[in-house]
């Protein structure tokens, strides 16, 4: 059974950085692409960042470039996303979610994490 | 860049039949797959189709999806609706640089 447990969520200032994590297990981790969506409040469904199963190809939405990073430990099955220079509007709950391709092209995603929620607030 | 645009909200009742609508600004809705994901509240996304028009296992075969090239939008067809499916639905689609989810769908089902 596939499961994707995040953790590392919580309230942090403006300008200020956290680091999530998402530990996998029930699938070969490093056979997959991975994804992190955040969801908003009152807002859709975006996906922030993917990285594939190797670590060598990256994808991050305009709205975060430059500002977070995505890593890979394959080894270890875990997931992160390194949060830097923190804005108000990247207040939301953080998904990790499986992509069904190693290279994560096609971007499709089939298992999803429940979540670790991120505040971004002084 | 493209954006997928659904619906805001559509209704209907227990045991009748919906179809979510998800229509591409540009480009070809053929030359990229389609997914679909229910968000219940308080819940996580699930996937309920992938590439255009398969069901997740354990998804019910009530959910199908296609994809119209003559309005170059896709679809998602729930039939003999449960108060269950009552939840938030997303599309999403993909280019070479760039992964866009359209705005969401409320269905209630009353």
């Known amino acids: 059974e596939v499961q994707l447990l995040e953790s590392g969520g919580g309230l942090a200032q403006p300008g200020g950085s956290l680091r999530l994590s998402c530990a996998a297990s029930?699938?070969?981790?490093?056979?997959?692409?991975m994804s992190w969506v955040r969801k908003a409040p009152g807002k859709g469904l975006e996906c922030v960042s993917a990285?594939?199963?190797?670590?060598?190809?990256?994808y991050f939405a305009e709205s975060v470039k430059g500002r977070f990073a995505i890593s890979r430990d394959n080894p270890s099955n875990t997931l992160y996303l390194h949060m830097n220079s923190l804005r108000a509007e990247d207040t939301a709950v953080y998904y990790c979610?499986?992509?069904?391709?190693?290279?994560?092209?096609?971007?499709?995603?089939?298992?999803w994490g429940h979540g670790t929620p991120v505040t971004v607030s002084s | 860049n493209f954006m997928l645009t659904q619906p805001h909200s559509v209704s209907e009742s227990p045991g009748k039949t919906v179809t979510i609508s998800c229509t591409r600004s540009?480009?070809?809705?053929?030359?990229?797959?389609v997914q679909w994901y229910q968000q219940r509240p308080g819940s996580s996304p699930t996937t309920v189709i992938y590439?255009?028009?398969?069901?997740l296992s354990g998804v019910p075969d009530r959910f199908s999806g296609s994809i119209d090239t003559s309005s170059n939008s896709a679809s998602l067809t729930i039939s003999g609706l449960e108060t269950q499916d009552e939840a938030d639905y997303y599309c999403?689609?993909?280019?070479?640089?760039?992964?866009?989810f359209g705005g969401g769908t409320k269905l209630t089902v009353l």
């Open positions: 979610a499986k992509e069904w391709y190693s290279s994560g092209y096609p971007a499709s995603l089939d298992y």
């Open positions: 029930g699938f070969t981790f490093s056979n997959y692409a």
């Open positions: 990285i594939s199963g190797s670590g060598a190809g990256t």
């Open positions: 540009s480009g070809s809705i053929a030359s990229t797959y």
């Open positions: 590439e255009n028009n398969q069901r």
């Open positions: 999403q689609s993909y280019d070479t640089t760039t992964r866009v």
